[in-house]
């Protein structure tokens, strides 16, 4: 079964320094991935996807991801955090032959941001 | 369209009383998801809907739950004899039908928060 893995439950980073999330996806073939924000008691916001295309993917607020296929890895970067990037953020991925496009979601990252 | 709507935002209810959770998906999506979030989680998949067919439960979706899309349009969500175990976030999301990967979108609503005292 698919699997998201999503190392360090909190980040902590200080306002204006390089942004840094990682996930790793257990998977033969490369699945559909996802990274989504949460704001608290809020839903999911899409940041950005990755469906095959290019493998640099940017996303909003600033923020991309690169799929590396030789590493499983989908880890997400912006090169400057703000005060209002913090929230939880998930990876999630989609089995691209799952007819049902279910989402399966690692546990989260909570990103702090220091003044 | 303000996108998807779930109602209530907030149930507390008693151990062993019936909840019925509402979304009101977007209007021209014909596919509705529910996922449950727990404290510290991501969220899992519990069904979803391709109009009003019910083509998929997870096997953490109990047989005291059950899902519904009346003409494919809103759904409930309901939970018989709440247990604690319950007390989570249950998110809807709604998406057209996706047949090219460029489609591939899911909107979430701002969830239900679900607490069993």
């Known amino acids: 079964a698919q699997s998201v893995t999503q190392l360090g439950s909190h980040v902590s980073v200080s306002e204006g320094a390089l942004v840094l999330l990682r996930c790793n996806y257990s998977?033969?073939?490369?699945?559909?991935l996802f990274w989504y924000v949460q704001y608290p008691n809020q839903g999911l916001q899409l940041l950005l996807k990755y469906t095959s295309a290019a493998t640099l993917v940017k996303g909003i607020n600033g923020f991309e991801a690169e799929f590396k296929k030789s590493e499983t890895s989908f880890h997400l970067t912006k090169p400057s955090a703000h005060m209002s990037d913090a929230a939880e953020y998930f990876c999630?991925?989609?089995?691209?032959?799952?007819?049902?496009?279910?989402?399966?979601f690692g546990s989260g990252t909570r990103l702090l941001v220091r003044p | 369209d303000t996108g998807v709507s779930q109602d209530p935002r907030h149930k507390i209810t008693k151990r062993g009383q019936n909840v019925t959770f509402r979304c009101d998906p977007i209007s021209e999506h014909n596919r509705l998801y529910w996922y449950r979030q727990t404290l510290g989680q991501g969220p899992e998949f519990l069904t979803y809907f391709q109009n009003e067919a019910q083509l998929e439960k997870s096997r953490l979706l109990s047989d005291r739950f059950s899902a519904e899309r009346p003409k494919g349009s809103f759904s409930t969500l309901e939970i018989q004899r709440t247990e604690q175990g319950d007390s989570a976030m249950y998110l809807c999301a709604s998406s057209p039908s996706m047949t090219v990967s460029e489609d591939y979108g899911y909107t979430f609503g701002s969830g239900t928060r679900l607490t069993v005292v």
């Open positions: 999630a991925v989609s089995p691209l032959m799952d007819s049902s496009y279910k989402l399966i």
């Open positions: 998977s033969s073939v490369p699945p559909y």
